[in-house]
């Protein structure tokens, strides 16, 4: 539905709030498309959320809730009674419905749990981190035995009735419960109804442990076009299936978890409108202390050189360019390096290759760099020396930037450090000092200050 359509419909529900007819808020909200539905919902006051969801339809509510911020969602429904909670839970995904109780308060989750229908097919996702292959898995999915015949496979499928996004694939478990194979759709449908899974099935299945991070589903999704990742345990025995629609959503928090690093700030926890002046603020303020603080090493370098800078205080006039220079061109590559990272097109063992990569790739910047400096130097002031020091010290900051944004990501990785936090306004706060040493120094060897 276009925007502008969403706007009328928001017009029409807080209109029938305003009334009291909750049956009409009702009617309008139901009429919806479940993105939709979530989208004018979080719109609505918290009194007019808590007085409809319980109203709404048991699968629309879960709908919405999925849809929602984790954070929204744990405040809504701890206004919420019991019974009511039970009653959309039932109808979520185990995924989904495991992911709200870890947000809730304990008491709560406890007596939600006890009331589900089938509280089995929650509980063991409880157990598994919510950012672990573990806690973005479903329990619901079909396992099928290899002596199966097609026509056996496909009888199951009918008699378990799964919902459209959870017949990806088959995958096919030994008496144990180890997983033996996969089998697709396509194939059971086109093999001959007494053809056994054995024969059709691809024993060579990826699969990913119950601990490893959900970053590491997305990749493995991506880079295999998977649309479903079996979880198994240390034994190989399936647990659950990581479906499509989850990586999407986990790729859209970690995009954007990561550009709000980049630009040195903590990621929010609720949308942008939601979360308060405060709490923004105090997302913020770490970062800004610490590169603050940092940033007084560009001050302590300029006072280190301040009889060079007496003696000739042009040099003053190029400090921006040239460490404005240094920081971008150190961006660029962290930037670069982060990105290679996160895909798996390099890690810390490839350090020493990256290193050397960038090194010429910061050769050509610099002289390139330097040339328009010099050009610019001699315009600003024509001192044939000075235009020289501009010029060398461009190209040795570049090489300086790009060689220390090529490491600096790859050893946060290694320690265990989201690598976004060297990138940006760190990467930027870093170059400056060290590019006016660079600055400096060069200056007192060629103009002998």
């Not at 989904?96 to 709560?108: M, R, S, T, V």
């Not at 059709?200 to 990826?206: K, N, Q, S, T, W």
């Not at 660029?332 to 990272?341: E, N, V």
């Amino acid at each position: 539905m276009e925007a502008f359509a969403l706007d009328d419909v928001l017009v029409r529900l807080r209109a029938a709030l305003e009334r009291d007819d909750v049956a009409g808020a009702t009617a309008i909200l139901e009429a919806l498309r479940p993105p939709d539905q979530a989208d004018l919902f979080s719109e609505l006051e918290d009194h007019e959320q808590t007085a409809l969801l319980p109203e709404l339809n048991p699968a629309d509510s879960a709908d919405i809730l999925e849809k929602m911020d984790d954070q929204e969602v744990a405040e809504l429904v701890a206004t919420l009674s019991h019974e009511a909670v039970i009653r959309i839970v039932d109808e979520m995904e185990p995924d989904e419905a495991a992911d709200l109780l870890g947000d809730i308060e304990p008491d709560q989750a406890r007596a939600v749990l006890a009331g589900l229908e089938d509280p089995e097919e929650v509980r063991p996702l409880l157990l598994h981190p919510d950012d672990s292959a573990g806690g973005l898995m479903t329990s619901e999915f079909l396992a099928l035995r290899r002596k199966m015949t097609a026509r056996e496979a496909i009888q199951a499928i009918r008699q378990w009735k799964p919902e459209a996004e959870e017949v990806y694939y088959l995958f096919v478990v030994d008496r144990e419960g180890l997983l033996d194979g996969v089998v697709s759709l396509r194939q059971l449908v086109l093999a001959e109804p007494e053809t056994r899974l054995e024969e059709i099935m691809d024993r060579e299945v990826i699969s990913v442990r119950a601990g490893a991070d959900q970053e590491e589903c997305a990749r493995l999704m991506s880079r295999y076009d998977l649309l479903a990742l079996p979880v198994v345990d240390v034994a190989g025995r399936l647990l659950g299936v990581v479906t499509v629609d989850d990586v999407v959503d986990v790729l859209v928090d970690e995009a954007t978890e990561d550009i709000q690093r980049l630009g040195g700030a903590e990621p929010l926890a609720r949308p942008y409108l939601d979360t308060s002046s405060l709490t923004i603020a105090r997302k913020r303020i770490g970062w800004l202390l610490l590169l603050f603080l940092t940033a007084t090493l560009t001050g302590s370098v300029m006072r280190l050189f301040e009889s060079q800078l007496q003696a000739m205080v042009v040099l003053a006039v190029f400090v921006p360019l040239l460490i404005g220079t240094g920081g971008n061109a150190g961006s660029q590559t962290t930037a670069t390096i982060i990105r290679a990272s996160a895909i798996g097109d390099v890690d810390f063992g490839d350090a020493l290759r990256v290193w050397a990569h960038e090194l010429k790739i910061g050769l050509v910047l610099g002289l390139a760099m330097a040339a328009v400096a010099y050009v610019r130097a001699i315009t600003w002031e024509p001192d044939p020396a000075l235009a020289v020091t501009v010029s060398a010290s461009i190209l040795g900051i570049v090489l300086w930037a790009t060689g220390v944004g090529s490491l600096l990501p790859l050893l946060a990785v290694r320690l265990g450090i989201d690598p976004t936090v060297v990138s940006g306004p760190v990467m930027s706060t870093l170059v400056d000092a060290t590019g006016l040493l660079i600055y400096f120094t060069i200056a007192g060897l060629i103009l002998g200050l």
